[in-house]
T-cell receptor
């Protein structure tokens, strides 16, 4: 079955540590996205990529980095510069515009600072 | 800047009690308005896309409608399994296919 896989499901980060969240899709989608979800707030866009080897900053890119070396993969690194990283992170993918089918989301990674 | 506001924040219904959720939006030009369902600890699941005012789409007990300023998600005779958070999102014609999401409405249906 086609889908989008995020790992790990839970992640704990120590102060000053970089961590990487994995996102893999086998839907042959061109576009991939990273969103952050905090309680009581809507999903906020961190980074997105419409083609391999190209990506753009979203509304809250500071303290995060991404790469898109393969169509299937779009990992997100939460760096030590991100001062409040505790949140639920969602990866999504779509065809070019995500129109008729919307985005397909992964099941999320919950990151906690310890 | 595009804005999406959903109301109410939370809604509690008895099984069979129909109601509507509201999504008000501001965009330069609407490419599409999207509804998603999200269960606790899971990623959102796509429900509908609406493109132009007057359009309606239905799926089981859900019907989404669209005007130039807002969208409604009507829930007819809800069941406990309809309990979830419902998210609204918009795409702007001047954007890059990214979506801006509202904060969601948390629906609870009691048996």
């Amino acid at each position: 079955d086609g889908g989008i896989t995020q790992s790990p499901k839970y992640l704990f980060r120590k102060e000053g540590q970089n961590v990487t969240l994995s996102c893999e899709q086998n839907l042959n989608h061109d576009a991939m996205y990273w969103y952050r979800q905090d309680p009581g707030q809507g999903l906020r866009l961190i980074y997105y990529s419409q083609i391999v080897n190209d990506f753009q900053k979203g509304d809250i890119a500071e303290g995060y980095s991404v790469s898109r070396e393969k169509k299937e993969s779009f990992p997100l690194t939460v760096t030590s510069a991100q001062k409040n990283p505790t949140a639920f992170y969602l990866c999504a993918s779509s065809t070019g515009t995500g129109g008729d089918d919307g985005y397909t989301f992964g099941s999320g990674t919950r990151l906690t600072v310890v | 800047e595009d804005q999406v506001t959903q109301s109410p924040e939370a809604l509690r219904l008895q099984e069979g009690e129909s109601s509507s959720l509201n999504c008000s939006y501001t965009v330069s030009g609407l490419r599409g308005l999207f509804w998603y369902r999200q269960d606790p600890g899971k990623g959102p699941e796509f429900l509908f896309t609406l493109y132009s005012a007057g359009e309606e789409k239905e799926k089981e007990r859900l019907k989404a409608t669209l005007t130039k300023k807002e969208s409604f998600l009507h829930i007819t005779a809800p069941k406990p399994e309809d309990s979830a958070t419902y998210l609204c999102a918009v795409q702007d014609v001047l954007g890059n296919n990214d979506m801006r999401f509202g904060a969601g409405t948390r629906l609870t249906v009691k048996p």
